[in-house]
């Protein structure tokens, strides 16, 4: 995620100049080095030293230990903070710190590798209105960010659109299976499944009308979208997503639990 946002600032003809990046491993900093042509170092005081903003993209399971090291730097210093870690609450942030910091806790999803992705953003009370605009340039360079009003409501982004594209993956994975036992070829399956999933999704983005609408407008009476809809309906489709995203949600406020313990 750290290499995605890195290229996609550059894309977004942010300064070459103005970014750099820590990792202990020497070949993840050749690596970064040698394809973003961006100034790397060893540890992560040094970049704390030079930076206005840091960017936490670590794994949770290492969080803890890496803020807990930078504390007394970021002290120092009048710092912006962004954690893309899931599951790791501003209140554990500020207690690692051991202060109240200026930190914006994102929840991105996985197609921001691609520049497609979307981002939830929650900032804590200290965060001012530049350091928000700044978060949210940085998220945006791949793809899209939102504000949410409630620290909260991170869990139910986790759920959405955190969680979300492996629900699409698990559908596609569901009608190309199901194409190839109608006759088709894995290829021409796999091709019909793919496009047909981005032209909807692309519909759905440029149209004002909502799913539901757009759902009724290619369900013609007595038609063959109306027997598959009425199959889903049957089987309580909604009902069904609706659990998984609420079990989801759980998951996720549990994960912050057992994070900041």
Known sequence: ???????????????VHDIIASDPNIEQRKSLSDELKIHTVATNNEVVEIANV?????????????????????????KLIISIAAGIRLESLESWLQSREAIVRVMPN??????AGIAGMYASAKTNDEQKRLAKYIMSSVGSAVWLKDEKQIDSVTALS?????????????????????????????KL????????????????????????????????TEQAITIFQNEKLDEIVKQAMQAAKQRSIELSEEAGS
């Open 162 to 190: 955190g969680s979300g594209p492996a629900y699409f993956f698990y559908f596609m994975e569901a009608m190309e299976n199901a194409a190839l036992e109608l006759g088709l070829s894995s290829e021409i399956a796999r």
């Open 193 to 224: 499944t793919l496009e047909t999933a981005l032209g909807a999704a692309k519909m759905a983005v440029s149209s004002t009308q909502t799913p539901a609408e757009l759902r009724q407008n290619v369900t013609s009476p007595g038609g063959t």
């Open 110 to 115: 996985t197609p921001a590798l691609i520049q």
């Open 1 to 15: 995620m750290a290499k995605s946002l890195i290229g996609g600032l550059l894309a977004n003809d942010f300064n």
């Open 54 to 78: 840091v960017i936490l993209a670590v794994k949770p399971q290492v969080m803890k230990q890496v803020v807990s090291e930078l504390a007394d730097a970021i002290k120092q210093k009048d």
